[in-house]
Nanobody, 120 residues
């Protein structure tokens, strides 16, 4: 069972920056994809950014040009650099990792979530 440990959330003023990091407890075979999702109260969890491998990323339109995803799927690490933060970026951010496991097929893992609050 893989555990994803997130760090880097917190309170920041509008226009500020934060960097989220996520590390998998093990990555023997690497991950097919790693990424970040976010959720606010009463809404569905939404994609922020995912990474199949460096250079092959998918960024949500709402954060394109402001957020950057990086990391190493083989090592089980993924980061989210968030610049020019807006109040509407306030949410709980979740790390996600997907891999294909023998006998289980496509398996998705989630971190515990880290709060990001953008407020003056």
């Amino acid at each position: 069972q893989v555990q994803l440990v997130e760090s880097g959330g917190g309170l920041v003023q509008p226009g500020g920056s934060l960097r989220l990091s996520c590390v998998a407890s093990e990555s023997i075979t690497g991950f097919r994809s790693m990424g970040w999702y976010r959720q606010t109260a009463g809404t569905h969890r939404e994609l922020v950014a995912t990474m199949l491998n460096p250079g092959n990323t998918d960024i949500a339109d709402a954060v394109k040009g402001r957020f950057t995803i990086s990391g190493d799927n083989f090592k089980g690490t993924v980061n989210l650099q968030m610049n020019s933060l807006k109040p509407e970026d306030t949410a709980v951010y979740y790390c996600n990792a997907v891999r294909i496991e023998s006998g289980r097929g496509v398996t998705s893992y989630w971190g515990q979530g880290t709060q990001v609050t953008v407020s003056s």
